[in-house]
């Protein structure tokens, strides 16, 4: 049994310790938006916030999360007011397909919260996450119209 807690909530998942955290999130949370890619932590769909950092769940077990904050694309929002960065995402019209969007909000939301102002050099570093349409422009817009000045 691991007892994590996700999007602020504490949950018991009756899972083995080696289970990749993203097949916790998914299956026994039940918290879908975040997206299986590659299983090998190159193409960000998995990114998830843990303790303030953004972090390939795919490829990390859940027992190197108990005690920690973990925190999915579903812990963003509140109801049914998005944070300014999701909005940015709707008014920049970030996403295409939307396959890789949920990981690539999930750390540039990071990266906002550690770096308020990024340079385009810090948005280049922190969003790593593979975007298969290419909106990598788009990503840019979105997050510098809310970087705080």
């Known amino acids: 049994m691991a007892q994590l807690t996700i999007n602020g909530k504490k949950v018991n998942l009756d899972v083995d310790p080696n289970t990749p955290l993203l097949w916790a999130i998914r299956e026994q949370a039940g918290l879908t938006g975040t997206k299986y890619g590659c299983g090998v932590a190159q193409c960000g769909a998995c990114t998830v916030i843990i303790d303030g950092s953004a972090l390939r769940s795919c490829a990390l ?19 049914d007011k998005l944070t300014k960065l999701q ?19 999930m750390a540039a939301t990071a990266l906002l919260r550690q770096k308020p102002n990024p340079s385009d050099a810090d948005i280049d570093a922190a969003m790593s996450n593979i975007c298969r349409c290419g909106t990598f422009q788009e990503v840019r817009a979105a997050i510098r119209s809310v970087a705080k000045a």
Request: glycine share 14%; charged share 20%; proline share 5%.
């Open 61 to 79: 077990p859940v027992s190197a999360v108990e005690g920690k904050k973990v925190e999915t694309i579903e812990g963003l929002a509140s109801g």
């Open 87 to 105: 909005q940015a995402w709707i008014d920049k019209q970030v996403p295409q397909c939307g396959y890789c969007q949920s990981g690539m909000l």
